[in-house]
């Protein structure tokens, strides 16, 4: 019998035209042998179509698994994780812990400290004490301001000097109550695609390189002028140290599935920085993740295959854990 994959898609996140043509080459990835594919579609406001997935076990006998393909808020952030769990059906990608803590971009920071992971120096400030001062005392510029919990560089701007700063501090304000400030670093910009469960493995690395000062939100989805080199050009010790560095952050923040970690390398010093962890990374069929996976070994709808195939494997082994005495 044919898998019956449930593809949700849109919602309500400045991402949602992204989600929308990630969605597409999902399903046009999806083999008609071996499954069905059933859409769900979620408008700007919120309202699913043609119908909901109940959080009630049973409620959705025509799912055997889920493959959420929404980007940001409430999507990427484990609230959709949250009401799959309730609903016990089996869904790709990162549960709700890993998407959490990997969507908010301190908390991920902290999390990588912890296991002593290289990440860019960096102070907090929220909405209600928008004071640079912590900031202008420990960090050098340019200073890179960004909300906490976005993506797709909406609300991120560089600041060169006090006073741009505190402008990019209440621009971020706008989108979240906690934004980070950090060290500007002057390098590359490296990505890895990482995919598994229990043994995650790491792709092949790719560069990213920007056409305009940072990589930003025109740069990403309506310049089309970033250039990309994969496998990048790297020596192969540095090669190894970011595909290790990949799976290390994947694990420290609990993910599941897969993720995209993005890296910072400086010219400078030769030093490897974690920038973050996209645990619903862009899938778009000129996107990073899928694209590195198939210079990998890996084509399109291998990597659908292993997916589905990791989410039912968590799926089970969840069923053997005991939630009550
Ligand atoms: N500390 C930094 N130093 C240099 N460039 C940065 C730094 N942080 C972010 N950037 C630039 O801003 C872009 C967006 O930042 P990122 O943290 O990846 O946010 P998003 O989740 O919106 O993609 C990066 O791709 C990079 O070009
Ligand atoms: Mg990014």
């Given at each position: 019998m044919k898998l019956r994959i449930a593809v949700v898609y849109g919602g309500r996140s400045g991402e949602h035209e992204i989600s929308v043509r990630s969605a597409k080459s999902v399903m046009a990835g999806l083999d008609p042998a071996k499954y069905e594919k059933i859409e769900y579609f979620i408008d700007q406001q919120g309202k699913w179509s043609p119908r909901p997935i109940l959080p009630?076990?049973?409620?959705?006998?025509?799912?055997?698994v889920v493959f959420p393909v929404l980007h940001g808020?409430?999507?990427?952030?484990g609230t959709i994780q949250g009401l799959l769990e309730l609903a016990d059906l089996p869904y790709v990608g990162a549960g709700v812990l890993g998407s959490s803590v990997s969507m908010d971009k301190e908390m991920m920071k902290r999390v990588c400290a912890e296991r002593a992971l290289p990440i860019v120096d960096y102070v907090t400030v929220t909405r209600e004490n928008q004071d640079p001062a912590a900031a202008l005392a420990k960090l050098p510029f340019p200073l890179f301001v960004k909300p906490a919990n976005l993506g797709s560089s909406v609300g991120i701007s560089k600041a060169h000097n006090a006073e741009e700063l505190q402008a990019s501090i209440a621009c971020a304000a706008q989108y979240d109550r906690k934004i980070i400030v950090e060290r500007g670093i002057i390098g590359r910009e490296l990505e890895c695609s990482v995919l598994g469960n229990e043994q995650p493995l790491a792709s092949l690395p790719c560069e990213i390189l920007p056409s305009?000062?940072?990589?930003d939100y025109d740069d990403k989805?309506?310049?089309?002028e970033a250039k990309t080199q994969l496998?990048?050009?790297?020596p192969a010790e540095k090669t190894d140290e970011l595909r290790r560095l990949a799976v290390e952050c994947y694990r420290a923040v609990d993910c599941e599935g897969m993720g995209r970690v993005d890296f910072l390398l400086e010219i400078a010093t030769g030093k490897l920085y974690i920038n973050e962890i996209n645990t619903i990374p862009g899938f778009t069929s000129i996107s990073m993740y899928p694209k590195m996976w198939e210079q990998s070994g890996i084509p399109f709808g291998a990597l659908i295959d292993q997916l589905i195939e990791l989410a039912l494997d968590r799926h089970r082994r969840k069923k053997a854990t005991r939630f009550a005495r």
């Open positions: 009630e076990p049973g409620a959705q006998p025509d799912i055997d808020t409430f999507g990427e952030d305009r000062e940072f990589y989805y309506l310049l089309a496998p990048a050009d790297l």
